[in-house]
C-alpha cells in the first residue's frame, strides 16, 4: 500500500487530473448509487486551497480524502471535502492513514498552531467516529444535545460558509437533502458506537441528510512536539 499526497491540489498535472478523478467517482461508486459524477471537471478539488491524498494497492487507487484549508478569525481550519475507501478494503484503518498524512503536511512545521479546527459532513456514522476521535471536542456530540456554546457558533458559522444555500437544524446540525439523490448501497453501522448508530438512524433515516460536524483538535504532528 502506498500513499500518494498532493498538499495542494492545484499541483496535479493536467494529464492526471481526468484519471484522479475516474479512479475518486469508481470508489464513490462502490458505495453510493448515484446519477451522476459528485467530482467532475464542473465540480473538481484541483484548487490551491484543497489538498488529496490517494492510497494505492497493486496499481490501483483503493482510498481517497480531500480536504479543504479555510481560516475563521485567523483560526486554521480543515474541512474533510469528501473521503471513501472501495468496498473490498474497508476495515483496514485507511481513514487514519490518509487523516495522518494530510496532517503531517499541514501542520508537521515547528511554527504550526497548537490547535486547529476540523469539520465535516456526513451521513456515515463510521465516519462521525472517526472524525471524533481526532478532535478533543466536537459538536455535536451525538448523542447529547447541542448545549450554544462558542464551538456551536463556530460550526454554524463554517458551515453557512461552505454550503450558503443549505439548511441547518441548529438543535442537531443537520442538513436535510444534502446529497440529493445519492443512496447507499449498504447502509454503514460502526459496529463499536451503537449509541451513534441509533442517533443515525433515529435523527437523518433518509439517506440524503447529513450532520455537519466540527471540533477542535490538537496538533500533534509539529516538529517542536518531537
Excluded at 496535479?12 to 448515484?34: K, Q
Excluded at 475507501?85 to 483496514?92: E, K, Q
Amino acid at each position: 500500500m502506498t500513499s500518494e499526497l498532493f498538499q495542494i491540489a492545484s499541483d496535479v498535472p493536467e494529464h492526471r487530473r481526468d484519471a484522479v478523478l475516474d479512479d475518486i467517482s469508481s470508489i464513490i461508486d462502490t458505495n453510493w448509487l448515484t446519477e451522476g459524477r459528485f467530482w467532475s471537471r464542473q465540480h473538481a478539488p484541483f484548487n490551491a486551497d484543497h489538498g488529496i491524498v490517494l492510497l494505492h494497492h497493486g496499481g490501483a487507487c483503493v482510498a481517497y480524502m480531500i480536504i479543504q484549508r479555510l481560516a475563521v478569525g485567523g483560526t486554521p481550519v480543515i474541512y474533510l471535502s469528501g473521503t471513501a475507501v472501495r468496498d473490498t478494503y474497508r476495515g483496514g484503518g485507511f481513514f487514519k492513514r490518509m487523516f495522518e498524512t494530510a496532517m503531517a503536511a499541514e501542520f508537521g512545521d515547528p511554527a504550526a498552531p497548537a490547535e486547529f479546527c476540523l469539520c465535516w459532513r456526513t451521513r456515515n456514522p463510521v465516519i462521525y467516529v472517526l472524525g471524533r476521535a481526532q478532535c478533543r471536542s466536537v459538536v455535536p456530540a451525538i448523542p447529547a444535545e447541542v448545549q450554544g456554546n462558542d464551538l456551536d457558533e463556530l460550526c454554524l458559522s463554517l458551515a453557512a460558509t461552505l454550503y450558503p444555500r443549505q439548511a441547518i437544524e441548529k438543535a442537531t446540525m443537520v442538513m436535510r437533502g444534502a446529497y440529493g439523490r445519492l443512496r447507499y448501497r449498504d447502509e454503514p453501522t460502526t459496529q463499536t458506537s451503537p449509541e451513534v448508530d441509533r442517533w443515525f438512524a433515529r435523527i437523518i433515516p433518509d439517506s440524503a441528510d447529513a450532520v455537519f460536524c466540527a471540533g477542535w483538535a490538537n496538533n500533534r504532528w509539529s516538529q517542536r512536539n518531537l
